[in-house]
């Protein structure tokens, strides 16, 4: 059974910086392609994030709004996917997801963790 | 981008019923392969988000048959037949002809 489960999220001032984490079970992760989606309280989808896999040399692509302040990594011994997020404004206040992509684009998601920038 | 537009918000529809929601891209998701970069998911409450559909029209393993995925170009509909309760949810659509990858503002499915 394929499980993604996303930790590391919290209350957080503007500014700050947070690291989620996700830690995945039950499918190859080494030739996933993993991405990170946000879902705003208004509950619109975004996409942020995807890391190819090794042999696409790891190639990553983001979402414009966020690129030099999130930063998404892999760690294909440990079959986890992390986000890093820096400078964070209240607009990036979301419900954030991991997602794989190994068959078909985000055919498996985890269940969520909640970012709140908030003063 | 390409912007996918979900007209309806909310839909109402009662147990067996059929009903559509629809998806609008601003430009065609057809690529030189001939396949549609047009896909569904399902999100209801308590559970992680469901792939239905890819490539518009093609069902993930282990989704019932009353959902249909159609459409061509820019036009593309989910339609759900002879609904059921545990069908009442909330819809998106994805493309990813390009990036960024964009979704549709999604639609909720409720019971009449």
């Known amino acids: 059974e394929v499980q993604l489960v996303e930790t590391g999220g919290g209350l957080v001032q503007p500014g700050n910086s947070l690291k989620l984490s996700c830690a995945t079970s039950?499918?190859?992760?080494?030739?996933?392609?993993m991405n990170w989606i946000r879902q705003t309280p208004g509950k619109r989808l975004e996409w942020l994030a995807q890391?190819?896999?090794?042999?696409?040399?790891?190639?990553?692509s983001y979402l414009e709004s966020v690129k030099g302040r999130f930063t998404i990594s892999r760690d294909d011994s440990k079959s986890s996917v992390y986000l890093q997020m820096n400078n964070l404004k209240e607009e990036d206040t979301a419900i954030y997801y991991c997602?794989?992509?190994?068959?078909?684009?985000?055919?498996?998601w985890g269940q969520g963790v909640m970012v709140t920038v908030s003063s | 981008q390409i912007t996918l537009t979900q007209q309806a918000e909310s839909l109402w529809v009662s147990p067996g019923e059929k009903v559509s929601i629809t998806c609008r891209a601003s430009?065609?998701?057809?690529?030189?392969?001939?396949?549609?970069?047009l896909f569904w998911y399902q999100q209801r409450p308590g559970q992680t988000t469901k792939a239905l559909i890819y490539?518009?029209?093609i069902r993930t393993d282990g989704v019932p048959t009353r959902f249909i995925g159609s459409g061509s170009g820019t036009e593309f509909t989910l339609s759900i037949e002879d609904v059921q309760p545990e069908d009442i949810a909330l819809y998106y659509c994805?493309?990813?002809?390009?990036?960024?990858?964009?979704f549709g503002g999604g639609t909720k499915l409720e019971l009449k």
């Open positions: 997602t794989s992509f190994i068959t078909t684009p985000l055919d498996y």
């Open positions: 039950g499918f190859t992760f080494s030739t996933a392609w």
């Open positions: 890391i190819e896999d090794k042999s696409n040399n790891y190639f990553i």
């Open positions: 430009q065609s998701l057809l690529y030189t392969d001939g396949k549609h970069y």
């Open positions: 490539h518009a029209s």
């Open positions: 994805l493309q990813t002809l390009r990036k960024p990858w964009t």
